[in-house]
């Protein structure tokens, strides 16, 4: 970067000299999203790593004050491919508090059930992804294909396999009918089956162990101080979940419970995600078993313009606590949307306590441990593109950019 | 044009083993997870050679989705690049087709055809990974029209 003093290049000389950094992304064989990890070494250990976030970055927020609450929904629900269900649920939620009115029976039992639908996809999707990093592509395989059976499900209830397009603003658009309801519960049951085996594959193979035991500690009063969310959380001995914590939907009438690990470590976060996933199937049962008897009403009527007001709406996402904030004026457009998602306080502030003093070979099980979900982590940050090869940022350097822009 | 023997053995190989690149280039990431599955057992990409590589340098057919970022769009630029001929590119998505719901998004430079040469359009939001594995045999069919192998 130009103008900058003696000192501070002698200053990032002498660091270099000391370590040296290795640029991970933004496009690396780790994982599938663009992000970059400037991660600093001394020999094969790590001593440092910047998460430079960003490349997704789409300006969402600001998009959706621009569109209508109706097709808001859609926008919602491409924030992120994974969890594109509970985005647009929760943004329904959200518009559903600013004007105060309830959803009918059914249709709050068939949002808990795609939602639930989700958690099992997300979390089948993470155990093939620790079994990728890890390199057993056989996992991968293994895991993958149960995954599909769930796509299958999510498929026959809402026609799609990614983007459900489920929720709408008062209800949801579309009724599962009573004749798909055992063919569900079968594949409920072979899922069960084969998480039971991946539960004893993920607690007692050796590879797997020596992999993750011990390996990305994160401590649990770090997660206390950093306020980090969702199984990342519960990994680390901290009971919490938006789903007990402050039921929504019918989170509260069903019968489940939180999974809390002590591990701390990756195995612990792995093991989380696999009890979670039986507590799902759990759930799901539950309600499909309620749905035939429930009145057939789907949908209640909203009107298009929202009076000037405000609200927010808390879930739980697959990978933390999810919030929208909504503001309205009058018309039918926001004027101010707001949406903090788990993954960015989960990477942002986990990472670095993470990754620190840990072998380089164990970067991307650590990283992947999180679940990391960049789509909807990417906030607009002011970055000089040219100066994407600096070291440290401390606090004289922000000073004098501080000053420099004053003057 | 003479060929040599040794060359139509090359072609040969190369037609059985198209190495593929993912890049996601800010989407929803939801094309991505479809592109993924495309490897698993029930698509099964291994069917036709396919391999799913990291190295933009070992590969030999690009699979971008998401609409372009401002920030991405010099990586993509570079991995582009950085790719051997003979390549062939396949936008698959939405977004990287028409920048889809966030076409009048501030941070998007896409589509994808704006910046790179594209050879198969794969539309869908997000496309099934049928589809994906159905524009990958049509790249691979522009492929070697376009190289004669």
Known sequence: MRGESKEEKAKEKELERQTYSLPVGPQHPMYIEAENLNVYLDGETIVDVDVNVGYLHRGIEELMQRRNYLQNIFVAERICGICSGIHSMTYCQCVENLLGIDIPERAKYIRTLVLELERLHSHFLFLGVVGYEIGMDTVFMYVWKDREHVMDMLEQVSGNRVNYAMPTMGGVRRDIPNHIIPSMLEKLNHLEKRTEYYRKLFLRDRTIIARSRGVGILPKKDVERLSIVGPVARASGVRIDVRMDFPYLKYGDLDWKVIVEKGEDSQARVMVKVLEIFQSISILRQCLKKLPSLDREIKTKVPLAIPKTEAIAIMEAPRGELVYYAMSNGTDRPERMRIRTPSFVNIIYSLPIMLKEQQLADLPIIVASIDPCFSCTDRMTLIDTKSGERKTVDETYLKRLGERRSR | ?149
Request: with cysteine; aromatic share 8%.
């Open chain 2, 1 to 149: 044009m003479f060929r040599r023997i040794g060359d139509k053995i090359v072609c040969y190989a190369r037609r059985k083993s198209p190495w593929i690149l993912h890049f996601d280039t800010g989407g929803c990431n939801g094309c991505a997870i479809e592109t993924f599955a495309v490897l698993t057992p029930r698509y099964d990409i291994e069917r036709f050679g396919g391999l799913s590589k990291a190295n933009p340098r070992h590969s030999d057919i690009l699979i971008i989705s998401g609409a372009v970022t401002k920030k991405i769009e010099s990586r993509l630029r570079r991995v582009y690049e950085q790719t051997p001929e003979p390549k062939a590119v396949i936008a698959v998505g939405s977004c990287a087709i028409s920048k889809g719901v966030f076409h009048d998004a501030y941070n998007i430079s896409g589509p994808l055809d704006r910046i790179m040469p594209v050879d198969v359009y794969v539309p869908g939001c997000p496309p099934k990974p049928e589809a994906i594995l159905q524009g990958l045999l049509k790249a691979l069919d522009v492929w070697r029209e376009r190289y004669k192998i």
